[in-house]
């Protein structure tokens, strides 16, 4: 299903959604931005680690490539240290910056470049970050006549609605957008498959064998949800 101007969303990411991430990495030159959406705790990160693998097994970048991930919540309340540390700085950019540095998109280049948490950018971030997806360039901090280029594939994503939280001219410029359903949302199948392999992957870790009770898998496999932890009362989209 096609939403105009907002990339095509897929809320069930096995198969069809897994094949949109594999065909949008892979797009000649460079990929097409993805973005992931969907509660914390649901794998996003882990799919944004597994599309690198993908890249790297196909020999569609080299095996050194660089795969970054940045929590753009971590600078929520520093943006100008978010831009400092993506675009790089010049000396005397800001206090405290003591020597010219390059960025992590300069460090990334031929690489991956994952950006989590992404509706906690400020729009003058967001400005800055689709200005580069559209030239390949960029200016470090406190140097303006002076251009810097990249060349790395990007990944987003976010926990809230991306169609709220981030600017119309960003989104237009994101042509994937994948959801990954929660564990209530999946079917018991589903559901009961996940469990198994959570414990498989326990039995291995601890080579011991694990054994549950009735109520226990009844649990584990209700689609219902529980309590989550109160998100700050100070969190907001921008």
């Excluded at 705790?41 to 597994?50: E, M």
């Excluded at 976010?158 to 001219?169: A, F, G, I, S, Y």
Aim: glycine share 6%.
């Amino acid at each position: 299903r096609q939403q105009p101007g907002a990339g095509q969303r897929d809320h069930h990411p096995s198969p069809g959604g897994i094949d949109q991430i594999k065909a949008a990495i892979s797009y000649p030159d460079l990929g097409l931005p993805v973005l992931i959406t969907g509660e914390s705790g649901v794998g996003k990160s882990y799919l944004a680690s597994l599309a690198y693998e993908y890249l790297v097994n196909k020999k569609i970048i080299s095996i050194d490539a660089p795969f970054t991930t940045i929590n753009c919540s971590e600078y929520s309340n520093n943006p100008e240290l978010l831009l400092a540390n993506l675009f790089g700085h010049k000396k005397g950019a800001y206090t405290g910056a003591v020597s010219d540095n390059k960025g992590i998109l300069e460090a990334t280049n031929n690489g991956v470049l994952f950006l989590d948490e992404i509706h906690a950018l400020k729009e003058e971030s967001q400005e800055k970050l689709f200005q580069f997806m559209d030239k390949g360039k960029f200016h470090r901090l406190g140097e303006n006549d002076k251009w810097y280029e990249s060349k790395l594939r990007l990944i987003f994503a976010t926990t809230e609605d991306p169609q709220k939280c981030l600017l119309k001219t960003l989104l237009r410029r994101i042509p994937v957008i994948v959801e990954i359903p929660s564990l209530y949302e999946r079917s018991e199948n589903e559901r009961v498959e996940l469990m198994c392999s959570f414990f498989r992957d326990e039995e291995v870790y601890l080579n011991k064998k694990i054994e549950i009770s009735d109520s226990i898998y009844r649990m584990l496999t209700a689609a219902q949800r529980y309590p989550a932890r109160p998100k700050p009362p100070d969190r907001q989209c921008y």
